[in-house]
C-alpha cells in the first residue's frame, strides 16, 4: 500500500496537471478558488500488512562498512606516524585559514578589464598602452654594433682567462701528484739524508715548456681593437653604398 501511495504522489508531481490549474485560476481570479485542490491520495493504515513485510527483529549492526582487514592491518598500511600524519594536517589547516582564499596554490595576479588594478604593484601581465617603437635609426645602429664589438673582446678575453686557469689547475695537480711520487721513491731508496736527491738535481737538465703562454695587455689596449675598426669600417661602407636602413 505505501508502495502504490508513493507512486501516485511521483505520477501526480511529474504530470502537475492539476498543480498548472490551481496556479492559474489563483492569476486569473486573484484568490484560492474551493473547486481548485491538488488532489491527494489518502493514507490507509494496515498494520498487520506492513509487519507481514517488515518484521521487527531487526538490530542495528555495529558496523555498516564490513571489510576484511583488521583494523591493527590497516594501520599498518600507513607508513607514516600518527603524529607526523597530525602535525601536517595542522599546519595545512592554519596556512588554509590565513590565506583566506579557496585554494592553496598561487595564482598569479592579472589586471582587471575595467582597469582598477592599475595601482597594485602585484599584477602581473598588464596590457600595453603605448605602442613600441620599431623604427631604428643610423645611430643607434652604430652604437647598438659597438657596444656588440665591445662584448665580443671581453667574452674572448675571460675565454682566454678561463683557460689559463684551467692550465695552472692542472699543472698543480700534475706536481702534487709527482711530488707524492718522488717522496715514495726516496722512502723505497732510504734517502733520508737526500743525497741521492741532490745528485738527481744536479744531473737533472732545465726543460723549456711545452706550449707558448698568451699574453694579455695589462693597458687598455685590445688585440681585438683593429680588428673592431675594421668591421665597423666595413658596415659604414656598405651602408653608404645603398643598402636597407632600419
Same mark, same amino acid.
Given at each position: 500500500? /505505501?508502495?502504490?501511495?508513493? #507512486? ?31 488532489? !491527494? ?9 506492513? $509487519? ?19 583494523? =591493527? ?21 592554519? #596556512? ?9 596554490? @598561487?595564482? !598569479? ?7 582598477? &588594478?592599475?595601482?597594485? @604593484?602585484? !599584477? ?14 643610423? *645611430?643607434?645602429? $652604430?652604437? &647598438?654594433?659597438? #657596444?656588440?664589438?665591445?662584448? %665580443?673582446?671581453? /667574452? ?9 686557469? *684551467? ?5 698543480? %695537480? ?12 726516496? +722512502? ?14 744536479? =744531473? ?12 694579455? @695587455? !695589462?693597458?687598455? &689596449?685590445?688585440?681585438?681593437?683593429? =680588428? ?6 666595413? +658596415? ?9 636602413? +632600419?
Amino acid at each position: 500500500m /505505501l508502495k502504490l501511495g508513493a #507512486k501516485l504522489l511521483l505520477l501526480i508531481f511529474v504530470q502537475e496537471h492539476h498543480l498548472q490549474r490551481a496556479i492559474s485560476a489563483q492569476q486569473v481570479y486573484g484568490e484560492k478558488r474551493d473547486n481548485m485542490v491538488i488532489p !491527494v491520495p489518502e493514507a490507509e493504515s494496515n498494520i498487520a500488512y506492513y $509487519e507481514s513485510i517488515y518484521p521487527g527483529e531487526f538490530k542495528m549492526p555495529k558496523q555498516l562498512i564490513h571489510i576484511q582487514l583488521s583494523l =591493527q592491518e590497516a594501520k599498518l598500511l600507513l607508513k607514516e606516524d600518527d603524529e607526523l600524519i597530525r602535525e601536517v594536517y595542522e599546519y595545512w589547516i592554519k #596556512k588554509r585559514k590565513n590565506c583566506r582564499g579557496p585554494s592553496l596554490i @598561487p595564482a !598569479v595576479k592579472q589586471e582587471k578589464r575595467d582597469g582598477s &588594478s592599475t595601482n597594485d @604593484p602585484y !599584477v602581473a601581465f598588464r596590457r600595453r598602452t603605448e605602442k613600441m617603437q620599431t623604427r631604428k635609426n643610423r *645611430k643607434n645602429d $652604430e652604437a &647598438s654594433y659597438e #657596444k656588440m664589438l665591445k662584448l %665580443r673582446r671581453d /667574452l674572448s678575453r675571460a675565454v682566454t682567462i678561463l683557460e689559463m686557469i *684551467k692550465r695552472r689547475e692542472k699543472s698543480k %695537480r700534475e706536481l702534487l701528484h709527482l711530488t707524492l711520487e718522488i717522496m715514495e721513491k726516496r +722512502y723505497n731508496l732510504g734517502d733520508y739524508s737526500g743525497e741521492i736527491m741532490s745528485e738527481v738535481m744536479a =744531473q737533472r737538465q732545465p726543460i723549456k715548456p711545452t706550449y707558448a703562454i698568451p699574453i694579455i @695587455p !695589462v693597458t687598455n &689596449s685590445s688585440p681585438f681593437k683593429h =680588428q673592431e675598426a675594421m668591421e665597423l669600417k666595413e +658596415y659604414k661602407v656598405k651602408d653608404k653604398l645603398g643598402h636597407e636602413k +632600419y
